[in-house]
T-cell receptor, first 113, second 120 residues
Framework: GDSVTQMEGPVTLSEEAFLTINCTYT??????LFWYVQYPGEGLQLLLK?????DKGSNKGFEATYRKETTSFHLEKGSVQVSDSAVYFC????????????FGPGTRLSVLP | EPEVTQTPSHQVTQMGQEVILRCVPI?????FYWYRQILGQKVEFLVS????????KSEIFDDQFSVERPDGSNFTLKIRSTKLEDSAMYFC??????????????????FGPGTRLTVL
């Protein structure tokens, strides 16, 4: 069935370090791909998305490129800030109508000043 | 900016009791969802709801669970007889803008802040 493999956390970085959180998925067809972020004590917020191959989603300095050939959607940021400390979830949609997301296990990021 | 709201923020109940978790989705959305997150674990899909009926549900969503949209604005999740393992954070989400000045993709979901359910 459809599934998501996401880099295990926790990840601890110093401010201004480079961040990569790997995500690969298995799914039938070509799902849209999403990254959601959960800040401490809050719900899930959409961070970025890409809806077709080679699309790059970007927001708040984060980027992820839809790689069909490797079925990956790795999240990157060139210079993290303390305020980026959160849990990040990779989530391909399960079908073309957005009926269901399969969330990855989440990667906790802690950024130290 | 419109947002999804959920009440209560924290619900404590005794095992075997019924609970109803409430959500107010964004008003012009067409699809509604419930997810849960057991502490420290992954977010799990429970059910999606469209056109006044369940469109998809997971294995977790057994006969103890039900959803309802009683009045066109609220979207509720009922657990008939709670078990200890139902303790989790429950998130409501909505999506599928019906159109209007700010079109959004049908596959973007907007999440509420969650209800923490504690079953004793």
């Amino acid at each position: 069935g459809d599934s998501v493999t996401q880099m295990e956390g926790p990840v601890t970085l110093s401010e201004e370090a480079f961040l990569t959180i790997n995500c690969t998925y298995t799914a039938t067809g070509y799902p849209s791909l999403f990254w959601y972020v959960q800040y401490p004590g809050e719900g899930l917020q959409l961070l970025l998305k890409a809806t077709k191959a080679d699309d790059k989603g970007s927001n708040k300095g984060f980027e992820a490129t839809y790689r069909k050939e490797t079925t990956s959607f790795h999240l990157e940021k060139g210079s993290v800030q303390v305020s980026d400390s959160a849990v990040y979830f990779c989530a391909p949609e399960l079908n073309n109508y957005g009926q269901n997301f399969v969330f990855g296990p989440g990667t906790r990021l802690s950024v130290l000043p | 900016e419109p947002e999804v709201t959920q009440t209560p923020s924290h619900q404590v109940t005794q095992m075997g009791q019924e609970v109803i978790l409430r959500c107010v989705p964004i008003s012009n959305h067409l699809y509604f969802y419930w997810y849960r997150q057991i502490l420290g674990q992954k977010v799990e899909f429970l059910v999606s709801f469209y056109n006044n009926e369940i469109s998809e549900k997971s294995e977790i969503f057994d006969d103890q669970f039900s959803v309802e949209r009683p009045d066109g604005s609220n979207f509720t999740l009922k657990i008939r007889s709670t078990k200890l393992e139902d303790s989790a954070m429950y998130f409501c989400a909505s999506g599928g803008d019906s159109g209007g000045p700010s079109y959004r993709s049908y596959n973007e979901q907007f999440f509420g802040p969650g209800t923490r359910l504690t079953v004793l």
